[in-house]
């Protein structure tokens, strides 16, 4: 079965007109392996090069008729066609012209708050939840309710110590606000504060509809700076700025806790992928640029004898326990899956093949070239993962491998491609892969683990959709924004606002500079992809486009149905802006937002 394997998989790299080269003498630099001082030193690599051209014909595959049409005969749909956009002087065209099942967004108005104090340079510090937004003003959260102000919740301590400016980014005023989120924990809804002099607070939002009343539930005081959290059942991760993960468990019966292997830099995001009964699975991103798989081993049986109560808030230091003579066991960790990219990470966001919008074309994959569908099923069948076309429309186990380049705005001429990672990295991930796939006798296949499970991730300039598995890249972006941009801006050139709309299958990436996408998430017979379909602003130049020039300090989404949702981007100046987004009926669009 592995020689099989072997032969397939250079079949595969013939056909896609990719040269692989032993790179004998040299170090390894595979990503996944970086950690480990026993291997990394000691394999030789291969390099993968794609050629630009073919040196012979291609291999003919014959594919049956049955596979070829059975997205027709199976599969009810409705035609689509891209529409091709001119672009007319001095007007402004949106990405979602091309699309007939494009969503709807509507610039609707403004909020203007007076006498407020931000600063720049966080992750999100703007969040709603209901009827009320949430807004990190320094050491406050503004609360606003049906878009007015209403009360100031301050999360400063009653005096600062020198934990705190040691912990801190901004010794001047340690306890700024870095992230804002509301997440569930325990099943209810709660709000996660992250504070740069160290501390982490969780507040209970169960009763705030009935009166604005937050209660405390948990301060938990890390090392360092925290930026990143997130949240599921009785798990709380963070990372702070000792570059790493740490994940708590609360129960009854006490608090166990563990700490992940340090990365080379700070981490400012990370998401909990999948609780199991012996394991937790995490995604985060580093601004060195590494995008990596945590796995924490949680049958720890030791518990620390500080003990979880809801009825009261619980107050626990990291650095205190750490310098216990006798430190509590921990929980174990590992790096399952690790990629370097080209550019700093700053946001990871998870969602299931569930979340992504079936199109009908693969032109609505909003893709750069053109996607051949045979080609894929030809691929499928070389490494022995053809579908069952009797049953299923899918392009088979190739279409797990398709690297989609996004067609973007501002990134819409021909060029040097300018990808997330490494061409070899690229390959290599494809091989491992390819290489853990179970295959059964009726021709069913699948991955051993994360099969529908994919990442968005960003960068300072970037956007890329990458499978959990393997982290494989399925789509991404050259260069989203190219403005020249006025000093005072420079810093905040950095895509670390992102949201995801699971209802509309929609992403909305921000650029604290100023600029926002909206993606969708859609997939074609298992190809999976980004869709650029708004871009704000998409002229500079334009001047009835009212929004503010200053930097972006958070997104809040607001649901209003199930189909319609608001969209509130905070400045510094304290403007919001306010934009609907929903579905349309595919009946006659207006698309003239402006």
């Known amino acids: 079965m592995h020689a099989d394997k072997i032969r397939r998989f250079r079949r595969y790299l013939e ?42 014909p291609k291999e003919d595959i014959e594919i049956e008729e049955g596979a070829k049409m059975a997205y027709d005969i199976y599969d009810v749909h409705r035609a689509q066609k891209l529409k091709i956009l001119v672009q007319d002087e001095g007007h402004t065209i949106q990405p979602a012209l091309r699309y007939d099942d494009a969503l709807e967004m509507t610039k609707m108005d ?4 007076r006498d407020i104090t931000t600063v720049r340079y966080k992750n999100n510090i703007c969040e709603c939840y209901g009827r009320f937004m949430f807004l990190g003003c320094m050491s406050k959260i503004l609360i606003l309710k049906d878009e007015a102000a209403v009360e100031y919740l301050d999360t400063k301590p009653s005096f600062t110590t020198g934990v705190h400016r040691e912990a801190s980014t901004w010794p001047y005023f340690p306890h700024t606000i870095n992230q804002i989120r509301v997440t569930k924990f325990e099943g209810r809804d709660v709000l996660n504060v992250c504070i740069d002099d160290g501390r982490y607070r969780m507040y209970d939002l ?9 209660p405390l539930i948990m301060e938990l005081t890390m090392t360092s700076s925290v930026w990143g959290v997130d ?14 993960v740490t994940l708590f468990h609360f129960s009854d019966e006490g608090v166990r806790f563990g700490d992940s292997l340090q990365l080379i830099h700070n981490i400012p995001d990370l998401e909990i992928v999948k609780v199991g009964s012996k394991t937790v699975h ?3 991103t580093a601004i060195s640029g590494e995008l990596v798989i945590l796995v924490f081993n949680t049958t720890l049986q030791t518990l620390e004898p500080c003990y979880y109560s809801s009825t009261s808030p619980l107050k626990l230091s990291l650095r205190e326990l750490l310098s216990q003579t006798s430190p509590p066991a921990r929980f174990s960790s590992k790096i399952e899956h690790r990629t ?20 009908n074309d693969p032109s609505y994959l909003g893709g750069r070239d053109k996607i051949s569908t045979l080609d894929i099923l030809q691929r499928s069948r070389i490494l022995g993962l053809m579908p069952n076309h009797l049953v299923s429309s899918d392009l088979g186990g190739a279409a797990w491998y398709e690297a989609i380049h996004l067609k973007t705005h501002y990134d819409d001429e021909p060029r040097i491609m300018n990808r997330l990672n490494s061409f070899t990295d690229k390959c290599a991930r494809i091989k491992k892969s390819y290489f853990n796939v179970d295959e059964a006798e009726n021709g069913d296949f699948g991955l051993t683990d994360f099969q529908n499970d994919f990442i968005v991730v960003t960068t300072a300039s970037k956007v890329g959709l990458y499978r959990a598995h393997r982290l494989i890249c399925n789509a991404d972006t050259g260069d989203m924004f190219e403005f020249g941009l006025i000093e005072e801006l420079e810093f905040s050139n950095r895509m670390s606002i992102v949201k995801v709309v699971p209802e509309l299958s929609a992403v909305i990436t921000v650029s604290q500079a100023g600029y926002f996408t909206v993606f969708r998430l859609v997939k074609h017979r298992g190809l999976h992809s980004l869709r650029e379909e708004y871009v704000f602003p998409s002229n500079f130049h334009d001047e009835s486009f009212d929004i503010s020039m200053d930097a972006i300090l958070g997104l809040g989404v607001r649901k209003v149905d199930d189909q319609t949702f608001w969209l509130y981007f905070a400045y510094t100046d304290g403007s919001i802006s306010k934009f609907e987004l929903k579905e349309n009926d595919y009946t006659g669009l207006d698309f003239a937002l402006l």
Request: hydrophobic share 35%; net charge negative; glycine share 6%.
């Open 15 to 56: 056909f896609i007109n990719v040269n692989a080269v032993r790179a004998g003498g040299e170090d390894s630099d595979d990503a996944d392996e970086f950690y480990n001082d026993e291997l990394f030193s000691k394999r030789h690599e291969t390099r993968y090069v794609q050629r630009p051209f073919a040196f012979g």
């Open 110 to 113: 403004k909020i203007l708050l």
């Open 206 to 214: 169960t009763n705030v509809e009935t009166g604005i009343d937050l």
């Open 231 to 244: 949240t599921r059942g009785s798990f709380v991760a963070l990372s702070d700025n000792s570059q790493k």
């Open 282 to 284: 995490l995604v985060c």
């Open 340 to 359: 370097q990219l080209e550019e700093p990470g700053w946001t990871v966001n998870y969602v299931n093949s569930s979340s992504f919008m079936e199109v």
